[in-house]
Every structure is written in structure tokens, then in C-alpha cells.
């Protein structure tokens, strides 16, 4: 069996004591049929010297929860990883970009989908109503440009004060009813191929799809009308070399779809959903293990 790292929360957090050693399990299951032993390690443990992830031929960021909580630590993680050449995928690059929503902007840019946003350093009263005129909507959200399980995340209808904001710069969007109703599409790509879709509804009266807040999780035989295509342009913008992928997507008001999310760090694989428990990312791993 060949070791591999498993990047994990920082052990002296307690908020997700109780929640990543089932999901490392999951992921050793998977990674085991390939032949690949998964060794925990907390990605605080090297922020400044990455002398503890060189004897590995691999490591995956994939339970490196609490990054958003402690940016700062995380960039400078990032940065140390990429200098001491790392074996890491997704690499260390794309980790620390893709820690901070603004590039959604970006991916906008090249002609992605994205809901209309508005762009603010530390979101105020009076950009809050000027996104309601701006968007003609009576709800909107209101939440951090780093952000992770939907962290600080608020909505607001119309006339409602901003209490809790976010601190520093954040992102202002129309709500999508269509959470509610059709929820929210997960594309799950290893490798670049796609592996499975699931689509992610809220409880009644909530917006938020997570299972924390009771978020329930179906299997999709294959992706909707028009979802694969704008998965597809979201990878092709962001053009890198990527082993493991999650585009979360919602349908707009006319029926086209939206993207919500490039997850390229530290996304849920949804494996109970994928086929033959995720022996395709396993597969993956594998791939780029020989090459």
C-alpha cells in the first residue's frame, strides 16, 4: 500500500472533532481499492515548513477545514507549499485562489454564468439597499468573499437592518428562489471526467442546502438540461490541472443555470452517491500517482 497525506482540520479545533474522522474513513475506503493508504495529518501543522509532506508521493487537501476561519495562515501555508514543491493536488496554487470568491468575478469575465453580484469591502446598510434597487428583488444574500458551509452567510428581504454582516469584503447577490424548489446541482468531476451529480434541497423555510442545517442529498442518474455544459465552460475558464473538481450550480428564473461555486479545495465528494463508493476518484488518484 503506498501512503498518501490527507490534509485535516486543526486538531486543537473542537468544531469538527466530531464530523472529519468519518469522513477521512469514507475517503481511506475509496482510496484503498487503489491501493493507497490515506495518513491524516492537520494542514496547521505546516504552514511554515513543509519538511512533513515531502516523504509523500501525494497529498490531498481534502479535510482541510477551518482555512476560511484563519485566511491568513492559509495563504501563507499555500505559499509555502508551492516553494517547497509539494506533491499536492489540487496544487497550492489553486488552493489559495480559489479560497477567495472574487473569482467568480473573474470567471464571469470569461463569459460564466454567475448571479448578478455586487462587489464590497465590509458590506454597510446602504449597500445592502442599494443592491435591493439594483437587483429589483426583495431578498437578497449577503455573504464573505471566504467563506466555507455557508459561514456568515445572511439573507435579507427588503427593509430588513443588516445585523451580523460579515466582516471585510463580501458579495451581495439576488436570492434564488429556485433553491428552494429545485435546489442546488453538484457535478462531481476526478480527473476531468465527470463521476456523478446530486442535487442538494433545503429544508422548508431555509436556504441553506447543507446537511447542518438539514439539507437532504438525491443522486441524479445524469446531469439536467444545459447543467454539463456550463460545468464544462466553468473548467475550461479556469484552464487548470485539476484531479478533483465540484461545480454547485442553480437554475435562474428562465430556466438557465448558474454557477454558485467552483469547489476545488476542500468540497464533500458525496461518495454514498457515487458509483462503486468513489472508486472512480480513487482511480484518479491512482492515474496520477503512475504517470
Request: charged letters at 20%; hydrophobic letters at 45%; glycine letters at 10%.
Amino acid at each position: 500500500m503506498t501512503e498518501i497525506a490527507v490534509l485535516t482540520p486543526d486538531a486543537a479545533d473542537p468544531s469538527y472533532a466530531g464530523q472529519w474522522p468519518g469522513v477521512l474513513e469514507r475517503l481511506a475506503e475509496a482510496l484503498a481499492t487503489a491501493g493507497l493508504t490515506a495518513v491524516p495529518t492537520a494542514w496547521t501543522d505546516h504552514i511554515d515548513d513543509a519538511s512533513g509532506l515531502m516523504r509523500f508521493p501525494l497529498v490531498l487537501p481534502l479535510i482541510a477545514w477551518g482555512y476560511h476561519r484563519d485566511h491568513d495562515h492559509w495563504m501563507q501555508a499555500c505559499a509555502t507549499w508551492q516553494a517547497a514543491g509539494v506533491k499536492m493536488l489540487n496544487p497550492p496554487s489553486v488552493l489559495a485562489w480559489n479560497s477567495d470568491k472574487s473569482y467568480l468575478g473573474r470567471l464571469a469575465d470569461q463569459g460564466v454564468a454567475i448571479p448578478d453580484t455586487v462587489w464590497v469591502d465590509g458590506p454597510t446598510q446602504a449597500d445592502v439597499d442599494a443592491a435591493f434597487d439594483r437587483f429589483g428583488t426583495d431578498t437578497i444574500i449577503v455573504k464573505p468573499r471566504v467563506s466555507g458551509g455557508a459561514w456568515k452567510t445572511l439573507r435579507l428581504s427588503r427593509g430588513d437592518r443588516l445585523a451580523g454582516a460579515p466582516e471585510g469584503p463580501a458579495m451581495i447577490q439576488p436570492y434564488l428562489p429556485s433553491i428552494e424548489s429545485e435546489g442546488e446541482t453538484s457535478l462531481l468531476f476526478f480527473g476531468g471526467r465527470l463521476s456523478h451529480v446530486v442535487n442538494k434541497r433545503p429544508v422548508p423555510g431555509e436556504f441553506r442546502v447543507q446537511v447542518q442545517y438539514g439539507g437532504g442529498y438525491v443522486a441524479l442518474p445524469e446531469p439536467p438540461a444545459g447543467a454539463l455544459a456550463l460545468a464544462e465552460k466553468t473548467l475550461a475558464a479556469i484552464g487548470e490541472d485539476l484531479l478533483y473538481a465540484r461545480i454547485d450550480m442553480a437554475p435562474d428564473a428562465d430556466g438557465g443555470w448558474l454557477l454558485m461555486e467552483a469547489e476545488l479545495i476542500e468540497p464533500d465528494f458525496y461518495l454514498a452517491s457515487a458509483p462503486e463508493g468513489g472508486r472512480r476518484f480513487a482511480e484518479a488518484v491512482r492515474l496520477r500517482l503512475d504517470a
